[in-house]
């Protein structure tokens, strides 16, 4: 059975500091990969998403990597703003018609 | 509309009612999740729509649970006899393709049993 986990479970920063964000899973056999950001009483926004054959994936300062084998990505969030405050989630695609299996998140502060 | 779209955006219901939770996807997509999301947990799995067809419904957690999608469009979640472990974001998914595509989440729904 599949299991995503996320490390660490919070998160804080001063402005200006890179984020890395950590993301595991057990089974190897993903479609893709997604990395979310959810803000409180909000649904989740889709940051990136990386294809089971990629190594990684970049949108402006998000960065997130892919090493299939060893079962981890990594979300770099590169100097981080206030506005990066969220709880951002990474879920894996475990069936060819897109079902998630989902971490528990990384909550992120990012102080001024 | 732009995006996924879901009503009521909050509910509160009392032990033992029926409720019904609405998700307008995004014109045109063939795929719809509904994923259900307790306190300080990620979203877990309930079902998967292609079009009109339940293809999964692995993950309802009891037969109280109960989802459609008649047209294919927009698509209900019920839940029976609602319990206090019922209480959660339930939140619904749209994409654009039968495959493992990007998927698009609505703001959800907050259900409070009392």
């Known amino acids: 059975k599949q299991e995503v986990t996320q490390i660490p479970a919070a998160l804080s920063v001063p402005e200006g500091e890179n984020l890395v964000l950590n993301c595991s899973f057990t089974d190897s056999a993903i479609y893709n990969l997604q990395w979310f950001r959810q803000d409180p009483g909000k649904g989740l926004t889709s940051l990136l998403l990386?294809?089971?054959?990629?190594r990684e994936q970049t949108s402006g300062r998000l960065n997130a990597s892919l090493d299939k084998s060893s079962g981890r990505s990594t979300l770099y969030i590169a100097a981080s703003q206030p506005g990066d405050s969220a709880t951002y989630l990474c879920a894996v695609t475990t069936d060819s018609w897109g079902k998630l299996q989902f971490g528990a998140g990384t909550q992120v502060v990012v102080t001024p | 509309g732009a995006g996924v779209s879901q009503s009521p955006r909050y509910k509160v219901a009392k032990r033992g009612q029926d409720v019904a939770l609405r998700c307008d996807p995004i014109?045109?997509?063939?795929?719809l999740f509904w994923y259900q999301q307790a306190l300080g947990q990620g979203p877990e799995f309930l079902t998967y729509?292609?079009?009109?067809?339940?293809?999964?419904k692995s993950g309802l957690p009891s037969d109280r649970f109960f989802a459609e999608r008649p047209e294919g469009s927009v698509s209900t979640l019920k839940i029976q006899r609602t319990q206090q472990e019922d209480s959660a974001v339930y939140l619904c998914?749209?994409?654009?393709?039968?495959?493992?595509?990007?998927?698009?989440f609505g703001q959800g729904t907050r259900l409070t049993v009392v």
């Open positions: 990386i294809q089971s054959s990629q």
């Open positions: 014109s045109g997509h063939v795929s």
């Open positions: 998914a749209s994409s654009p393709g039968a495959g493992a595509t990007e998927a698009f």
């Open positions: 729509f292609q079009n009109e067809a339940q293809l999964d």
